[in-house]
């Protein structure tokens, strides 16, 4: 069965830094595009940020120049660095697969808490 595990979530203050994790067990997945998402209570999944089986990444205004994406395909990992956090980034992270059109493979996702 295809997992996705996400990892590196926490509590951290304002203008501090995580870095999120997504393992996948699957080594067909270096083929893929990746992405995060995030979940805030109350709204909408929203995408944070992709990156392609080339390398390629996107992100969404409200976390550029903040948040780094990669990926190691020997390791079956990609990363999300997140920096300069503040209250609005706090939301449960979700790291997703799209094989072709749509995203869908999900991990479980990983709660981000920023105090401030």
């Known amino acids: 069965q295809v997992q996705l595990v996400e990892s590196g979530g926490g509590l951290v203050q304002a203008g501090g830094s995580l870095r999120l994790s997504c393992a996948t067990s699957e080594r067909t997945f270096v083929g893929y595009s990746m992405g995060w998402f995030r979940q805030a209570p109350e709204k909408q999944r929203e995408l944070v940020a992709t990156?392609?089986?080339?390398?390629?990444?996107y992100y969404a205004d409200f976390v550029k120049g903040r948040f780094t994406i990669s990926r190691d395909n020997a390791k079956k990992t990609m990363y999300l660095q997140m920096n300069s956090l503040n209250a609005e980034d706090t939301a449960v992270y979700y790291c997703?697969?799209?094989?072709?059109?749509?995203?869908?493979?999900w991990g479980q996702g990983t709660q981000v808490t920023v105090s401030s």
């Open positions: 990156i392609t089986a080339f390398g390629t990444t």
């Open positions: 997703a697969v799209r094989p072709g059109s749509t995203w869908d493979y």
